[in-house]
Nanobody, 122 residues
């Protein structure tokens, strides 16, 4: 069973920084892209950042561009979301998602972390 474990959330003041981690465990044969999403209370889930299956090409939502950085140790390793200059509007529960194949002949499917809460105060 593949499990994604998120950590690194917490409470910070505006302008502060956090690093979120997305550790994976289980029988991972191959991994595709890593995606970070967030959902604020009363709002729909929104895309935040991603890195492609080759661990090279990144993509960011306009709202976080220039402040957040997504990376992985390697495509099978721990993923991260480095967040700088946090704003109050960044307050949300953050989720990581990875596309993973558990066998060499298996299909890729989405695996989600449990989420980690980020709170930003003014």
């Amino acid at each position: 069973q593949v499990v994604l474990i998120e950590s690194g959330g917490g409470a910070v003041q505006a302008g502060g920084s956090l690093r979120l981690s997305c550790a994976t465990s289980g029988p991972i044969w191959s991994a595709g892209g890593l995606f970070w999403y967030r959902r604020a209370p009363g709002k729909e889930r929104e895309f935040g950042a991603s890195i492609d299956y080759k661990n090279q090409i990144t993509d960011y939502a306009e709202s976080v561009k220039g402040r957040f950085t997504v990376l992985r140790d390697d495509p099978l390793g721990t993923g991260y979301l480095n967040m700088y200059n946090l704003k109050t509007e960044d307050k949300a529960k953050y989720y990581c998602k990875q596309d993973i194949a558990t066998t060499g002949s298996g299909s890729y499917r989405e695996y989600w972390g449990q989420g980690t809460q980020v709170t930003v105060s003014s």
